[in-house]
């Protein structure tokens, strides 16, 4: 049992006997988090920083998974919501605040005319599937990226147990930035296909024309095409990735930061393809929920009147310059590296001397998590991070990557590793 995280270690006991992994999601679960140098439970957090229940204090690069863009507790997002409360939640007939952000979206975004509320990212890109099939009558699906974790997407993954194998064989995955490799599937299964759905972009940019390379193959195959902004969105730009990089998608979804941290996801796309909305079954008794509503509504407000996403911007350059140069400083290009967009970048772990990518992220997540910097290798900026706490990231990687450099070099890794490494885990991006 570690002194740093006592508390958590012996909560994570507790939990474990009545959640499965101790946690609601993967990626906050000991999956991701080796046991013995890692925290397991929040206390709480403000603005751009989290403390654990050790009470150690964290600058915080991860942000609830990306869904906390403007900082933990933002006053306008917890003045909206505190009012809304003041009036009810859910209610037994529609309430206006569906109309009033359904509007502010349809405003913002390229390719929104008409839009469908729901919870998590999951259940609006399972929306748009749904969406596709009915509009085309065909059954398969290209992906590219991740999409959630219900069976026509997990189904194309490693940890696909549980998805019969009749809805896994219609989910074909592609590889980002080599059209031949959709090409050759659409190719393979011609009039099959009934939409192809990508994230925009995640840790690399698309390569000039690749987009509109997909594009042009939908419009050939006759399949929609759709964007998946679960992340991209309220991040990349006001309009999300498809304002970003002038491509209108016919479908998109949206999640994550579209609430700061309250359970929205929204369905938006071309009036032509959402009217079948009208006619397939996708609705849930919390679609309307208010306070989550109100929440979009501050989130929105804010980033029209506020310069949030151009901040996010220049935090991001700040690291990704400050990253290479103290990758470059200490001639570590054979460890490490960083890509990405300013708001969504990701560090990458490469194998040397022996020592596995996952034994070397496992010691800088010791140590990083030691410093007080809570990242899992990405960093989700949010409009509450400072140039100073930028600064701070920027220091504490400075010492452990040379730490890192030191442990490869030297081949101790392994002893200075007060853990299990991390084992691993299936891939999506
Ligand atoms: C691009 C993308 N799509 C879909 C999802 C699924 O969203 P949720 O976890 O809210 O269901 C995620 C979640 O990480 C995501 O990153």
Redesign the pocket.
């Known amino acids: 049992m570690s002194v740093r995280y006592k508390k958590s270690e012996e909560l994570l006991e507790r939990s474990l006997k009545t959640i499965p992994l101790g946690s609601q999601?993967f990626?906050k679960s000991k999956t991701a988090l080796p046991f013995g140098v890692s925290p397991y439970f929040v206390a709480h957090a403000k603005g751009s920083r989290f403390w654990d229940v050790d009470g150690n204090e964290y600058i915080d690069y991860v942000n609830g998974?990306?869904?906390v863009t403007l900082g933990y507790c933002d006053p306008d997002v917890d003045a909206a919501v505190k009012s809304q409360m003041e009036s009810g939640v859910t209610f037994s007939i529609p309430h206006t605040l569906e109309m009033e952000i359904a509007e502010l979206l349809v405003d913002l975004i390229p390719c929104a005319e008409k839009v469908r509320f729901a919870?998590?990212?999951?259940?609006v890109?399972s929306g748009a599937i749904r969406v596709a099939r009915a509009v085309t009558g065909r059954n398969r699906i290209a992906v590219c990226?991740?999409?959630?974790?219900q069976d026509w997407y997990i189904g194309s993954t490693s940890r696909d147990l549980g998805v019969p194998p009749v809805v896994k064989n219609l989910t074909h995955a592609f590889k980002f930035n080599d059209l031949p490799s959709l090409e050759a599937i659409l190719d393979a299964h011609s009039e099959e296909f009934a939409a192809v759905i990508l994230?925009p972009m995640?840790s690399t940019y698309p390569a000039n024309g690749f987009l509109e390379g997909v594009q042009a193959l939908c419009r050939k195959h006759g399949a929609l095409l759709v964007f998946?902004?679960?992340?991209?969105g309220f991040r990349y730009a006001k309009g999300g990735a498809q304002q970003e990089f002038g491509v209108t998608p016919d479908l998109a979804?949206f999640?994550?930061g579209i609430a700061n941290g309250y359970p929205l996801?929204a369905l938006v796309g071309k009036a032509e393809y959402m009217n079948v909305v009208e006619e397939i079954f996708f609705s849930g008794t919390f679609g309307g929920e208010t306070l989550s509503l109100a929440a979009a509504g501050a989130v929105i407000k804010k980033i029209s009147r506020e310069p949030v996403i151009e901040t996010l911007k220049i935090r991001g350059e700040q690291i990704l310059d400050g990253v290479n140069r103290v990758i470059a400083d200490g001639a570590m290009s054979e460890i490490l590296s960083i890509s990405g967009h300013p708001t969504w970048s990701f560090l990458q772990f490469k194998a040397a001397n022996g020592f596995s990518a996952l034994e070397i992220k496992t010691l800088f997540l010791q140590e990083v998590f030691r410093r007080g910097i809570y990242t899992l290798g990405t960093h989700n900026l949010s409009y509450a991070h400072s140039s100073a706490d930028v600064d701070a990231l920027l220091n504490c990687y400075s010492e452990v990557f040379s730490l890192l450099k030191t442990a490869i070099t030297t081949g101790n890794l392994k002893s200075r590793l007060e853990c299990e490494p991390l084992v691993p885990l299936f891939t999506v991006r």
């Open positions: 999601t990626s998974l990306a869904c919870k998590n990212g999951s259940d890109t990226g991740y999409h959630g974790w994230e995640n998946d902004e679960t992340i991209t979804t999640g994550k996801s």
